[in-house]
């Protein structure tokens, strides 16, 4: 999900998240939240680890993560919380010749989830919007046919929140939605939805570049809007089980959707239609009705989600407490304003996304599937967020911006270093692509 789609942002007219929007307004949202990967199992690999992709062992899809790591129900459960996991898993290595890992995921690969367990790997093939299966945690099928498929996500965590709870517990709802239905390469919204959405807004990004955007949009539209229904939905059963001001809930997305007007597919690139995503909180601590501008990282997720439970950070973990930028204008002053971003798969690149610019360089060498990191690129993308924030003109070796782009090349190897890669050499772009 796009971060510029969420209504309370006023980025777009059409979008209707009410339910996400009355988050934004309670709690405290980062308009400028950004993965560290646009790419599924890499970004949850960040997202429960607090660490980068080839930090965690899972640099592209489905290769497996180390599951020695500390995630964010390791350390939950281990400070007297369950954790408990409803959804899209994607973190499990999967075979395509034998045409195994896809469903069903055995504890030790649970990355600490070992309470309830209601799940498949990669549900865009186990499931289908209407109908299909997920795993239990012993392995027995639990199957929905009739029912859109975010609606049966939705209920799973319904009837888990009505339970009786003797532990404070995490609950990890991981739905598919508005991602594509691969085997039909296309998006699917509930029957009806799409119909709503005719004609809709059109981001500047994707205006004035081919795509499929054209076909896409109503129904990613209406997605979008039953996933704030979810949204609704959870927060009102938290409000009937008289957990909603004593539960911490977070909204957030694993990348955005570029609608395959930057490469052949949806995401996988440096651009802020692949990589900004929604990033809202509300409950105890969070509730300030805040909207910060900051950059954060979708690693800050964990260290967050922990430090507001009152449990320590692991050391190992890379992303930071973000609470400090809600109440302390100093804190503010100090932020680094900078997210590091690895790309996989559509190419092997590394970029930084600051306030004012974005910088991408690329191994042309390399397809991106090879390898999880090169000693050698060379400049690729420059864009002004200022003065182009949709991010069409490629600053990339024009002379009157070579200052600037010696200053991002360093920053960029900074962010490297600090990722645990070794010092690569990058190369100025010399012509103007």
């Known amino acids: 999900m796009r971060s510029d789609f969420i209504g309370a942002y006023g980025e777009n007219s059409k979008t209707l998240t009410p339910n996400i929007d009355r988050m934004v307004e309670r709690g405290t949202s980062f308009k400028y939240a950004m993965t560290n990967q ?4 890499p970004a949850r690999s960040c997202m429960i680890t607090g660490r980068y992709a080839t930090e965690t062992g899972e640099w592209k899809l489905a290769i497996g993560m180390d599951w020695k790591l500390p995630t964010l129900a390791s350390v939950l459960r ?5 954790a408990n996991f409803i959804g899209k898993w994607h973190l499990m290595k999967r075979d395509e010749v034998t045409h195994t890992g896809f469903g069903y995921v055995p504890p030790e690969n649970r990355g600490g989830f070992l309470d309830l367990w209601e799940g498949a790997n990669e549900l865009e093939w186990t499931t289908h919007p209407y109908q299909g299966t997920i795993w239990d945690a012993d392995g027995h099928e639990i199957t929905y046919k009739d029912e859109y498929r ?7 965590a319904v009837k888990f929140l009505r339970q ?4 404070p517990f995490l609950l990890y709802v991981s739905q598919l939605e508005p991602h594509q239905q691969d085997d039909e390469k296309r998006i699917v919204a509930p029957d009806g939805y799409a119909a709503r959405f005719q004609n809709p807004f059109v981001p ?6 081919p795509g499929d955007w ?23 059963t938290l409000e009937e089980q008289q957990l909603l001001d004593n539960t911490i809930v977070a909204f957030i997305s694993d990348h955005g959707c570029q609608f395959r007007t930057r490469n052949p597919e949806y995401k996988r690139s440096p651009h802020d239609s692949s990589i900004r995503i929604p990033f809202v909180f509300q409950g105890p601590g969070f509730d300030h009705a805040a909207s910060l501008s900051e950059i954060v990282n979708l690693i ?3 260290p967050t989600l922990l430090a507001a439970a009152g449990v320590p950070v692991p050391e190992s973990m890379k992303g930071k407490n973000l609470a400090p930028l809600i109440t302390s204008p100093e804190a503010r002053r100090a932020w680094a304003n900078t997210a590091y971003i690895q790309v996989s798969e559509s190419m092997l690149a590394r970029a930084i996304r600051t306030k004012d610019w974005c910088y991408c360089v690329v191994d042309r060498s390399k397809t991106g599937r090879e390898q999880p990191a090169s000693m050698h690129y060379e400049e690729y993308q420059m864009y002004s967020i200022a003065d182009d924030p949709a991010q069409h003109i490629n600053l990339a070796g024009r002379k009157e911006f070579v200052n600037q782009a010696a200053l991002l090349r360093e920053e960029l190897k900074k962010h490297m270093l600090a990722a645990g890669e070794q010092e690569a050499e990058i190369k100025p772009a010399k012509l103007y692509p």
């Open 38 to 41: 646009p790419l599924c199992s």
């Open 150 to 156: 975010v609606d049966f996500l939705t209920d799973r």
């Open 78 to 82: 281990e400070n007297g919380y369950t």
């Open 164 to 167: 009786p709870h003797e532990k």
């Open 214 to 236: 054209q076909q896409e949009l109503p129904d990613y539209y209406g997605c979008i809007q039953k996933i704030d229904e979810s949204v609704g939905t959870i927060l009102k």
């Open 204 to 209: 500047a990004d994707l205006r004035s570049l």
């Open 300 to 302: 800050d997720l964990t």
